[in-house]
C-alpha cells in the first residue's frame, strides 16, 4: 500500500496562534456551488450551505477569526486566524496545563479539526438537500502565513479567484 504524503509541517503546533491560508475542493472537483459568470459566483443551494457553515465556525469557536473567503465552483480559499488572544484572560494551547478550566468538554481544536467540523456539517447540510453524492476531497491545503506581504498576496488572491476562474479552474 502507498504511503501517503504529510500535508502538515512536522511538529508545528497547528492549535497555536497563527494566521493560515486554507484551501479544500471536493471530491473529484465537481462543480456542486455555482457557476462563475462575469466574475462573480452564482452560488446553488450548496454553495449557501458551505459559505454559511464557514461562518458559522467563527461564531461556534470564539478563539478564531475569518480574514477572508471565497467560495468557488468546486473549492473554497480562505484565511483563518487562530489567536488564544481573542478571549480575555486565556493564555496557552490546549496542551498546555495552565489553562483556566472553561468547561470540561473544551479543547482548543487544532487547524485539522476546524476543517474537519467545517467539512462534516457543511457535508451533512448538503446531503439533507438531497445532494446525496457530495463529499469533499480528502484534507485540505493550508500555508503558515509568517510576513505581512505574502498575507496581502494571498488575500488579493482569494478577492480576485472569481475573476480568475478561467485560467485557475485548470488547477481546481
Not at 36 to 53: F, M
Not at 105 to 118: H, Q, R
Not at 122 to 131: F, H, N, P, T, V
Not at 144 to 158: C, G, L
Amino acid at each position: 500500500m502507498r504511503e501517503r504524503k504529510r500535508n502538515r509541517k512536522p511538529g508545528f503546533d497547528y492549535s497555536s496562534s497563527n494566521i493560515y491560508f486554507v484551501t479544500t475542493c471536493t471530491k473529484d472537483k465537481e462543480c456542486f456551488f455555482g457557476s462563475i459568470t462575469d466574475g462573480k459566483l452564482l452560488k446553488t443551494d450548496a454553495g449557501g450551505v458551505v459559505e454559511k457553515q464557514w461562518y458559522w465556525l467563527f461564531k461556534r469557536y470564539w478563539y478564531i477569526k475569518s480574514h477572508a473567503f471565497v467560495l468557488m465552483p468546486n473549492h473554497i480559499h480562505g484565511i483563518l486566524e487562530i489567536n488564544l488572544g481573542l478571549f480575555p484572560g486565556l493564555v496557552g494551547t490546549g496542551r498546555d496545563l495552565s489553562l483556566p478550566e472553561l468547561d470540561s468538554n473544551y479543547k482548543i481544536k487544532s487547524l485539522s479539526e476546524l476543517m474537519g467540523a467545517f467539512k462534516t456539517t457543511s457535508s451533512k447540510k448538503i446531503r439533507l438537500l438531497g445532494i446525496e453524492n457530495f463529499a469533499w476531497q480528502r484534507s485540505f491545503h493550508d500555508h503558515i502565513i509568517k510576513d505581512e506581504q505574502v498575507y496581502y498576496q494571498i488575500k488579493n488572491y482569494i478577492k480576485t479567484n472569481p475573476q480568475n476562474w478561467a485560467s485557475d479552474a485548470l488547477f481546481y
